[in-house]
């Protein structure tokens, strides 16, 4: 003869078995699974949140790190007078005329 732990039976073949808990009415069952149910929504909702700040967070940084082009006076003033860049004139160049 054999013996088959019910817990391991009810397990493997719950649609067939099941393990009735001495102490425990069905609506204490339900009221105690509703709560876990609860619980277990509530954390998938932190996490959830969670991911999405740090994800923001992420974005930010990223927003935040991209390098702008760095603009020196020089190049504000040749860009504000008539939009054409002079050539650097040599002594030789000025004696003609450039």
Known sequence: M???DPHWLAELGGVFYSVKE???SARER???ENEINQRME???KMAEDKARAEEDAANARAAASVKKPITTVAQKRMGTQTG???RP???AMRKRGF
Do not use: D, L, M, Q
């Open 42 to 44: 509530i954390e998938a």
């Open 84 to 86: 054409v860049v002079k």
């Open 30 to 32: 339900r009221t105690t």
């Open 22 to 24: 001495k102490g425990y």
């Open 89 to 91: 004139s040599t002594p």
């Open 2 to 4: 054999t013996a088959v």
